[in-house]
């Protein structure tokens, strides 16, 4: 995982942080990587296309509130990107790479320079190796 910064700042509620931390886990630049949220209602099958085509790899989003109370999610191993409420504004969902293991998932990288993650995680997205 190399850290990538976004470049776009919430504009119109659109930023461009989901595309910066998938540059992050796949180490390249941002410039790599479409900017699939803007203008697109579907952006996740869009990227997870554009993700296939380009390094043969699955994307599998799974929501937090899909879970009951009491179900324990097991943390994914290795690095994935979560969504959730930002900080700074309300009601803007941000995007940060996380690393999860054994013991748990922590966030690895916030791509807004405040760092400041999110306040819950709304969803996660996982790269899975295509068979």
């Not at 790899?57 to 290795?78: I, K, T, Y």
Request: glycine share 8%.
């Amino acid at each position: 995982m190399k850290p990538v910064d976004q470049t776009i700042f919430s504009e119109d509620g659109i930023c461009d942080c989901f595309q910066a931390c998938v540059a992050s886990i796949l180490e390249v630049d941002i410039t790599v990587v479409p900017h699939l949220v803007k203008g697109r209602s579907n952006y996740f099958r869009a990227f997870a296309d554009w993700l296939e085509t380009r390094t043969g790899m699955s994307a599998v989003l799974v929501f937090v509130n899909d879970f009951e109370d009491g179900v324990v999610v097991s943390p994914p191993q290795g690095y994935f990107i979560a969504t959730g409420l930002s900080p700074r504004e309300s009601d803007t969902h941000h995007a940060v790479v996380m690393n999860g293991g054994r013991s748990g998932w922590k966030m690895v990288h916030d791509p807004h320079p405040s760092r400041d993650g999110i306040l819950t995680t709304r969803s996660f997205c996982l790269f899975t190796a295509v068979m």
